[in-house]
């Protein structure tokens, strides 16, 4: 990795932005990913698997197939700003307007016959499936999403059903989630007429590990003081670990990209020059105004350092051993899968290891399974923890959802929060953490 410039902070004006260079590596990977994608479509010798995004699709690929995930394209539907286009085609096929955006975008830009990746890339769209394999584990719209599909294509629908809300992860729901990937395994075999090499899937478990394990250690650079790395740049550079999954590739990306993140440690090179406070994000991004948001942050010198959504594919480690134990208990421990005690746990120990300043959360209207701000937790964090919060509300994907001038100005309104309270003692916190605006925000701890 060559060296960089130390960063200049000046004293006056904007901040100058250092950009990552492993970005043009990730362009070029996804390219590949994509243009395979395609081509294993077309080629009647080769066959494509849809996955949920934290599903079993080590499986899929120690099976040979090609796999696409659908969320991936809800995102880019969302970036694009297409999302709002294709909804109502959704809508019209009889799915809730407020179901998971995602699900809807995708599922209205395959009726409305249109898809980003014509322009991004020159294909057609998402590759047609052979067979589509969903995990409960995140939620039960992806079931339905996928159905959709499955219906569309007349091919078979598989699925994988943990036990949801968990505490404590025991010895049975693991024994239970690898009967199901068991079931799964037989039920693929005997319809394709294939047969899973264990000692493959072994050696896919191990690549999907150790990519997971080096974008945890990614996101763990975020811990220096400047973070070299935010969660505006995560959720750019995770497409790998939820891509590439099992792959050589992705695991020869999060080297390139670590090595880069430490040379900036080792240099003091932060993503936001002159880092004044530090924020974590709990929820799904808000994908059409990813641009607005993270130059907001970078203007008010607010380094978003942490958040729930990168950390969902930073899975424990695989030792060696049963390769579907790893799978069954990898699947039931991600954090859109726990109950809510478990999850506060999780979120303290990540705000203190971060070192953050304020809790942003983020009420995306069409996911109540990744909005953890409707029961409560702002609030009890707040009072536990002292740290002010803000929730913002808005959606993954529909932009009809989100008011990016009101969201501004709250966020800008938190910020002469966390400055008032690094200046001094500071009066009681607001009672609800939704009214931080800049008429009546106070901060400090409860
Ligand atoms: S977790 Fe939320 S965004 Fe993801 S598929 Fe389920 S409902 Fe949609």
New binding site residues.
């Given amino acids: 990795m060559s060296g960089q410039a130390k960063q200049e902070t000046p004293a006056r004006g904007r901040p100058t932005r250092v950009e990552i260079a492993a970005q043009h590596r990730l362009r070029e990977l996804l390219r590949e990913y994509f243009l395979d994608l395609d081509a294993a479509a077309k080629d009647p010798r080769r066959r494509v698997a849809w996955c ?2 934290v599903g079993p699709c080590e499986i899929l690929v120690a099976m040979g197939f090609a796999t696409a995930f659908p ?1 991936n394209h ?1 995102a880019l539907l969302g970036v694009r700003r297409l999302s709002h286009r294709f909804i109502p085609y959704a809508v019209s096929a009889g799915y809730c307007a407020e ?5 809807n975008a995708d599922i209205g830009a395959a009726l409305a016959g249109q898809s980003p990746l014509r322009d991004s890339y020159g294909i057609d769209g998402p590759p047609r499936p052979d067979l589509l394999v969903y995990s409960t584990n ?5 079931q339905d ?1 996928f159905s959709f599909f499955g219906r569309r294509h007349g091919v078979p629908v598989l699925g994988v059903r943990p036990p949801r809300q968990l505490g404590a992860v025991t010895a049975a729901h693991v024994a239970f989630v690898r009967g199901e990937l068991l079931r799964l395994i037989e039920q693929i075999e005997a319809h394709f007429g294939l047969k899973l090499d264990m000692g493959r899937l072994e050696e896919t478990v191990a690549l999907s590990s150790r990519a997971s394990a080096l974008w945890r250690e990614v996101l763990e650079t975020a811990r220096a003081r400047p973070a070299p790395f935010s969660f505006w740049d995560g959720v750019i550079h995770m497409a790998p670990v939820i891509l590439l999954r099992g792959s050589p590739a992705a695991v020869a990306y999060y080297e390139l990209l670590l090595a880069e993140m430490r040379q900036r440690v080792r240099e003091g090179v932060g993503a936001v020059p002159g880092e004044r406070f530090r924020i974590y994000w709990e929820g ?1 991004p808000v994908w059409p105004r990813i641009r607005e948001l993270s130059e907001k942050f970078f203007e008010l010198r607010a380094a978003v350092v942490a958040s729930t959504y990168c950390n969902s594919w930073a899975f424990e480690p695989y030792a060696g051993g049963d390769p579907l134990e790893w799978m069954a208990r990898t699947s039931i421990e991600i954090f ?1 899968n726990r109950d809510e005690p478990t999850k506060e746990a999780f979120l303290v120990e990540l705000f203190e290891r971060f070192g953050v300043d304020g809790v942003i959360f983020h009420n ?1 209207r ?6 953890n701000s409707r029961f409560g937790m702002p609030a009890r964090l707040r009072e536990q923890r002292g740290l002010p919060v803000l929730v913002i509300d808005g959606d ?2 529909d932009q009809r959802f989100f008011s990016t001038a009101q969201t501004l100005t709250n966020v800008e309104a938190f910020c002469e929060q966390l400055e008032q309270i690094q200046a001094g003692p500071q009066p009681r916190l607001p009672a609800n953490p939704r009214a931080a605006t800049a008429a009546n925000v106070a901060g400090g701890p409860a």
């Avoid at 179901?99 to 699900?103: D, T």
């Avoid at 995140?138 to 992806?142: G, H, I, L, S």
């Fill in positions: 949920t995004s969320e809800g179901s998971c955006s995602y699900m995140q939620c039960r719209e992806v999403w799904m859109i995306a069409t996911c109540p399974n990744n909005s993954l994907s």
